[in-house]
C-alpha cells in the first residue's frame, strides 16, 4: 500500500533524475485541466501562483478573507538555504545531514535531500519576487543561526520572515488572479474530499458567509492547509488552525503519518492565566544572542537583576558545550522543563525559564539588538508589560508545530491517488523533530519547487473520465457534510464548543505533550472517545447553519480535533521508543536524553481509517539510511 516512489540512483541525483522523466502536458493542453488548491498559506498560494503561471486552471481555496491571513504570516525567525554566504561550511549535503540528524533519523532520505537541493533556488526565487530580506551593509543577503546547526544559513526579514515571503507569493497569486488562471473563493471552507472510481475529483465547500453548501470538481485536489498543533487548545498557531482538510482526506482513505510527531517550542511566552486561549512565540532566532538561565537554588525568589553571576545556571550552556543556547528545539524544551520541574523555574507559576540579553547588549550596544530583534521585544512588552531590554524574557514551551500529516510519496501524493499534499499539511520531511526555519523551507519547496512538476506528472500519465458535480458522488458528499452540519446545530446542548476543546487540550498536553507515558497516554485514550461522546450530546451551538456562524465552525472544526487526538494517542502509545519532540518516559538514556530504538521503530507510522469506533490500522514505511549513518544524536 505504501510505495513511496523514491528514484533509483544515488541520492545527489534523484530528484533530476525524476523530473526528467516526468511527463509533461503540452502548453495548449494545459487550460484543459483544473486543480484545486486548498490554502492560500506559503505552500498553497506558492502551488496555485506557479500552476497558473504553467496555464492550468487553478481554483484556490481558503477559510480566510485572503491570502494574506495565512498562519504563515506569523513565522517570525526565518528561512534556511544551503547557500553558504557566510563561507562557514555550509553546503547541500550539511543541510541534508544536519536535517536528518535534527528529524531524529525518522525522515525519509531521499526527501531531505531534494528538500537541501531545493533550498537555494528558493531564495533566488523571493528576491527576484521582492522580498526584502536583511542585507550586511555591503548588500549581501545576511544570516543568522538556528538551532540544532553550527553555520549561520538563516535567511530572515527582521522577525517578519513569514510576512515578507507571504506578501510574495500573495503577489504571484494575484498576477495569475489578474491573468484568469486562478480563481480564489474565500471564506470558503473545504469540508470533504470527493472521490470518483478511487482518485480525488473535487471538494465540499461551506460558504463561512451564508452557509451555502457546495460542490466543485477538478482534476486533482492539492491541500496544504497547515498544521493542527491547535489540538491542543493553546499553541502558538493562529487560532482558526485546524485539522479539518486533512482529517477529512484521512476519513476518505488518505494515511496518515506520524500523528504523534508534535514539537514543541522552547522560546514562548508563558501562560498567565487559566482563561488564556492563545499562546505567543518568541522565536527562536533570540537563542542566537539571549542566553539561557534558572537560579540555581528551588524556589529563589529574588528578582533576576539581584541574583548573582555564580547563582546562575546556565544549563543548556553547561550541559551542550557544542550547541549550547541553539540546541533543537526538542532538547531545549525538555531542559526547561526538567528545571521547572525541579522547583527551578521563574515567574508567577515557577513554569518559565530566563532568555537574558544583558551580556547582548553590553556586547553587541542597544541599538544593534533593537536593530535585529526589536519586533519581537516590543511583542513580549506589549504581553507581560516587561521591558526584556532591562529585565530578562521569561520563556516556557508550548505547541507549536506538527510534523505528523497526511502521508505522501516522493510525488507529495497521498494515498489517495490526484490527492496531493504540501506544507506543513503533509508528514513532511522533519521526521521526530524540526529544526528552526526549515518549515518555511520545506512550504516554498513544495509549492513552488515540487508539485508543479508532480502534478503535470500525474495529469499527463492519467487518464481522467470527465466528471462534474452532477456526479453521484458529489451529491453523496454533499447530503453528507450537510447531514453532520445539521447534526452540530441540532444538539442543544449545555456546553460551549471552547469548553470541549480547552479540557481536550489540558489533557493532550499532559498525556501526549513534552513527555508521554504509557499510563498517561491509556488514560487519555480512555477519556477522548468519553469526550467525544459527551460533545455530540450536549454541545451547544448558538445561532444557525444558514449564516455566518464561528461557533458552528469553531464546533465542527474541533469534532475533528475529538477525533484526530485519538490518533495521535495510538500513535504515541504504539511507539514505545523516544525520538525527537516524541519523548517516551520509559525511553531514555542515562544522561536523561530521547533514546531512539531503531531495532523496532525506523518507519513511518501511517495510520488507516477503519471506520468510527474501529481501531485503525498500521501501515509502516521502512526508513533507511544509506547517506547519513544512524547514531545517538548528541548535541553536547
Ligand atoms: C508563531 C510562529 C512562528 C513561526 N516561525 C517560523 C519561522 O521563522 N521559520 C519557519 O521556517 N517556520 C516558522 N513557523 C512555522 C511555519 O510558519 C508554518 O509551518 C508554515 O507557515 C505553514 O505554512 P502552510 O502553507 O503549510 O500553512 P498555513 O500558512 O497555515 O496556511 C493554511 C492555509 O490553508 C487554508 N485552510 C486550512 N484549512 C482549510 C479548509 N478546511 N478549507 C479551506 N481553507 C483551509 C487557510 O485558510 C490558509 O490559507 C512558525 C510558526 C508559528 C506558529
Keep these: 500500500m505504501l510505495e513511496a516512489r523514491i528514484p533509483s540512483g544515488p541520492i545527489e541525483q534523484q530528484w533530476d533524475k525524476c523530473r526528467s522523466e516526468m511527463k509533461l502536458v503540452n502548453p495548449a493542453n494545459r487550460r484543459k485541466h483544473s486543480i484545486i488548491v486548498v490554502g492560500a498559506g506559503l505552500a498553497g498560494a506558492a502551488a496555485a501562483a506557479t500552476l497558473g503561471q504553467q496555464g492550468y486552471h487553478v481554483h484556490c481555496f481558503s477559510y480566510h478573507d485572503t491570502p494574506r491571513r ?7 525567525g526565518g528561512i534556511n538555504a544551503a547557500k553558504n554566504y557566510r563561507n562557514d561550511g555550509d553546503s547541500i549535503v550539511r543541510l541534508f545531514h544536519d536535517t536528518v540528524k535534527g528529524g531524529d533519523f525518522r525522515a525519509r532520505e531521499a526527501n531531505v535531500y531534494r528538500l537541501a537541493q531545493i533550498s537555494v533556488n528558493i531564495i533566488d526565487q523571493c528576491v527576484a519576487q521582492g522580498v526584502p530580506f536583511a542585507r550586511e551593509y555591503g548588500g549581501l543577503l545576511d544570516t543568522r543561526s538556528f538551532g540544532g546547526v553550527q553555520v549561520q544559513r538563516t535567511f530572515y526579514a527582521r522577525g517578519q520572515t513569514g510576512q515578507q515571503l507571504l506578501l510574495g507569493a500573495y503577489q504571484a497569486l494575484e498576477e495569475q488572479v489578474a491573468a484568469g488562471t486562478v480563481t480564489m ?5 473545504l469540508l470533504d474530499v470527493v472521490i470518483v472510481n478511487g482518485r480525488a475529483r473535487g471538494i465540499v465547500t461551506r460558504d463561512l458567509v451564508t452557509g451555502h453548501i457546495d460542490c466543485h470538481a477538478a482534476d486533482v485536489v492539492v491541500l496544504a492547509t497547515g498544521g493542527y498543533s491547535n489540538v491542543f487548545y493553546l499553541s502558538t498557531n493562529a487560532k482558526a488552525s485546524n485539522c479539518t482538510a486533512i482529517w477529512r482526506a484521512h476519513r476518505r482513505g488518505a494515511l496518515c503519518g506520524n500523528p504523534c510527531f508534535t514539537q514543541i517550542h522552547p522560546t514562548c511566552i508563558p501562560l498567565s492565566s487559566e482563561h488564556q486561549s492563545k499562546l505567543t512565540l518568541m522565536s527562536e532566532s533570540l537563542r542566537n544572542d539571549g542566553r539561557v538561565w534558572v537560579p540555581k537554588k528551588k524556589g529563589e525568589t529574588r528578582a533576576a537583576k539581584d541574583i548573582p553571576e555564580n547563582e546562575r545556571d546556565y544549563y543548556l550552556e553547561s550541559r551542550y558545550p557544542s550547541f549550547g543556547n541553539l540546541v533543537p528545539r526538542d532538547v531545549a524544551s525538555r531542559n526547561a522543563k526538567e528545571v521547572c520541574d525541579e522547583g ?5 507559576h515557577g513554569q518559565g525559564v530566563y532568555l537574558d540579553f544583558a551580556e547582548a547588549i553590553h556586547r553587541l550596544g542597544l541599538e544593534t539588538v533593537r536593530e535585529k530583534y526589536g519586533n519581537l ?18 520563556i516556557y514551551p508550548a505547541p507549536h508545530y506538527t510534523m505528523g500529516g497526511l502521508w505522501v510519496d516522493y510525488h507529495l501524493m497521498s494515498t489517495i ?9 503533509n508528514f513532511s520531511d522533519h521526521g521526530a523533530n524540526r529544526l528552526g526555519a526549515s518549515a518555511l523551507m520545506q512550504g516554498l519547496a513544495d509549492g513552488y519547487f515540487i508539485l508543479p512538476y508532480t502534478v503535470p506528472d500525474y495529469l499527463a500519465s492519467t487518464a481522467l473520465d470527465p466528471v462534474d458535480v452532477s456526479h453521484a458522488a458529489f451529491t453523496a458528499t454533499k447530503a ?4 453532520r452540519i445539521e447534526a452540530l446545530v441540532a444538539v442543544k446542548g449545555k456546553r460551549s464548543p471552547d469548553s470541549f476543546h480547552r479540557e481536550l487540550g489540558k489533557m493532550m498536553w499532559d498525556h501526549c505533550g513534552m513527555a508521554r507515558s504509557d499510563a498517561g497516554l491509556r488514560k487519555a485514550l480512555a477519556r477522548i472517545p468519553e ?11 448558538v445561532g444557525g447553519d444558514d449564516e455566518l456562524n464561528q461557533t458552528l465552525e469553531k464546533a465542527n472544526r474541533i469534532s475533528d480535533f475529538l477525533e484526530l487526538a485519538e490518533l495521535m494517542c495510538r500513535d504515541a502509545l504504539d511507539r514505545t521508543e523516544s525520538c525527537g519532540g516524541h519523548f517516551r518516559v520509559e525511553s531514555h538514556t542515562p544522561e536523561g536524553e530521547a533514546q531512539r530504538d531503531d531495532a523496532h521503530f525506523s518507519y513511518t507510522a501511517a495510520w488507516e481509517w477503519q471506520g468510527s469506533g474501529q481501531a485503525p ?3 509502516k514505511e521502512p526508513l533507511t539510511f544509506e547517506y547519513v549513518p544512524l547514531s545517538q544524536r548528541s548535541y553536547k
Excluded: C
Excluded at 473563493?185 to 471552507?189: D, T, Y
Excluded at 527551578?344 to 508567577?348: A, E, S, Y
Design 70 to 76: 495565512a498562519h504563515s504570516i506569523a513565522a517570525q
Design 344 to 348: 527551578r523555574g521563574v515567574g508567577p
Design 417 to 425: 491517488p490526484g490527492l496531493f499534499v504540501g506544507g506543513e499539511a
Design 377 to 394: 521585544f516590543d511583542i513580549y512588552q506589549r504581553i507581560t508589560g516587561e521591558d526584556a531590554y532591562t529585565v530578562p524574557m521569561r
Design 480 to 483: 453528507e457534510v450537510k447531514e
Design 617 to 619: 490500522a498500521l501501515h
Design 531 to 541: 469526550l467525544r461522546e459527551e460533545f455530540w450530546h450536549n454541545l451547544r451551538i
Design 185 to 189: 473563493h474565500i471564506r470558503s471552507e
